[in-house]
């Protein structure tokens, strides 16, 4: 670990870099993120700013819009506008970590707009083995309205644009020639799966799979956002049908729990990692 990142590791052999004070300009919405993230053979599984999407920064937590104040980076969807360059980004600021361990971290966050405090988030990230080919990324953010008055969680969709549903956990996989398949217990696709709730959603590359899980009642409550056509990246949906408003004093709380595996999961496979990864 030094001033800006430190490593996870299970059993001595790193898999993810945290960092926690990225130099980015303020259009990408700067925040902490975990990048590379790996498989225990090493494989990458995630991205940082490709081409596409500047502002996909590994796997992370990113809101579009919070009170208008966009926390996931690139451009703001206006209703009957279309996406628009808007100063009005905000940034997450790293404050201290309360635990740090190699295989884990508890940290303490602010989420700051217009020189203003809007949220204090606690973060709890692990590192868990499983078995000698996957581990276990456990991500927990609790996010406490520090303001006097109510706070307003939207999205592209709440905004006008139907589909795009995305702010809170968001994994932004490795682009690979070919798209990776997406499956859930009982749908596969990204038409199918897009949008909807599943306990757990399985997204497999070449040589390697996510199984992504809510691990809370509330977490699973979340629709799915998932691509795989345009660009792989998989997420829950805070405000997927109407604005999510998280009252003064109060705490929004979520847990993903995401299996990193080497070689390509069938849906057994993947359920079973998922039971074996998430505590009741």
């Given at each position: 670990m030094n001033n800006d990142s430190l490593v996870l590791r299970i059993g001595g052999r790193p898999v993810g870099r945290y960092v926690t004070r990225p130099a980015l300009p303020?259009?990408?919405?700067?925040?902490?993120y975990l990048h590379p993230v790996t498989t225990l053979a090493g494989t990458a599984v995630t991205e940082l700013s490709p081409a596409d999407h500047a502002h996909h920064l590994g796997v992370g937590v990113a809101v579009p819009?919070?009170?208008?104040?966009?926390?996931?980076?690139?451009?703001t969807y206006v209703r009957d506008q279309g996406p628009t360059e808007l100063d009005n980004h905000g940034a997450q600021r790293h404050s201290a970590f309360q635990l740090c361990d190699p295989d884990g971290f508890v940290e303490e966050l602010r989420w700051m707009a217009a020189g203003n405090e809007l949220l204090r988030e606690r973060r709890t990230v692990a590192a868990v083995g499983l078995t000698d080919s996957a581990w276990a990324l456990d991500f927990t953010f609790s996010l406490t309205n520090v303001t006097a008055g109510g706070l307003s969680f939207g999205s592209p969709a709440t905004n006008g644009r139907p589909g795009?549903?995305?702010?809170?956990?968001?994994?932004r996989a490795r682009k690979?020639?070919?798209?990776?398949?997406?499956?859930?217990?009982d749908a596969e696709g990204e038409e199918a799966v897009h949008a909807t709730t599943a306990d757990w959603l399985a997204?497999?590359?070449?040589?390697?799979?996510?199984?992504?899980?809510?691990?809370?009642?509330?977490?699973?409550?979340?629709?799915?956002?998932?691509r795989t056509?345009?660009?792989?990246?998989?997420?829950?949906?805070?405000?997927?049908?109407?604005?999510?408003?998280v009252e003064a004093g109060d705490t929004l709380v979520r847990r993903v729990v995401t299996v990193v595996a080497d070689g390509t999961l069938d849906r057994s496979g993947a359920a079973a990692l998922v039971r074996k990864a998430v505590s009741p």
């Open positions: 303020d259009r990408l919405s700067p925040r902490p819009d919070v009170e208008g104040h966009n926390f996931w980076g690139g451009r795009a549903a995305y702010g809170g956990f968001f994994w690979e020639p070919d798209a990776p398949r997406v499956f859930t217990a997204l497999a590359g070449a040589g390697w799979t996510l199984v992504l899980a809510g691990a809370t009642a509330a977490t699973r409550r979340d629709p799915w956002f998932v056509a345009q660009y792989p990246g998989v997420g829950s949906s805070l405000a997927h049908d109407k604005r999510l408003i």
